[in-house]
């Protein structure tokens, strides 16, 4: 990898290096419930919103005490639809307050509300299992899994198609292989949402290209 790559890849993780878990305030532990508040995060990040709406409204449940899926299930549609929208998630509130009260009923009832048990049908299965969950997509699956990675090793290196967006912005290989010699531990994670932000926001790559052109140049 050359020092390019690393200094680029230096400067995203200073500026850029929070994952959307820990932006939502949540603490990342394998679990139940972070387990669970990431599930409804990659839900609400995968429609068709800001992704900084979306982090509100997911903290804006767990504030209304919805922090795991027996509190989600037995919350009335009312009380998830008001929560939504105190995040300013009120584009799709009504169909996603739907889908969060059949997916933590889905998750309580099948599972016993614990996401480990879905990881225990192994790497392959997970996937699909995670789709069943309503609301969750191939976008959904890409945003839990590269968020739990530092927790589920086995899906490590993760980054997906918007992370890998986002490398391409950076003048960064796609390689998973390859953006994965860029990070280690912790900060895989880190490296793959900060990608993402880059995918999503013109003035974050440009600002980090410009960070990593001044290292480079103090060198």
Known sequence: MSRKHEDVAHALLERHGRTYASEAGITLRD???????VLV???????????GIAVASAR????AGMRDARRMAEATW?????????GGYRRYDERTSTQLGDGAELLR?????????????????????????????????DIFLREVQGL????????????????????????????????SGPDLPR???????????????AEVRELAGAGAGAR
Do not use: C, M, N
Request: charged share 25%; net charge positive; hydrophobic share 40%.
């Open 78 to 86: 009312q009380q998830r639809v008001d929560a939504l929208g105190k």
């Open 60 to 63: 804006a449940l767990f504030d």
């Open 152 to 183: 589920w090793p086995e899906f490590a290196p993760y980054f997906g198609a918007k992370a890998q967006d986002g490398a391409e912005k950076l003048g960064l290989p796609r390689s998973v292989d390859r953006l994965a010699r860029l990070a």
């Open 109 to 141: 009832d099948r599972y016993g509300g614990d996401l480990r048990r879905v990881r225990e049908a192994g790497k392959s299965e997970v996937p699909g299992l995670l789709r069943e969950f309503p609301g969750i997509g191939p976008s959904g699956v």
């Open 191 to 205: 490296l793959a949402a900060g990608l993402v932000r880059v995918a999503l926001d013109d003035e974050a790559g």
């Open 41 to 51: 995060l990659s839900h609400l990040l995968s429609a068709r919103i800001k992704a």
């Open 31 to 37: 679990t139940p419930q972070p387990l669970y508040q």
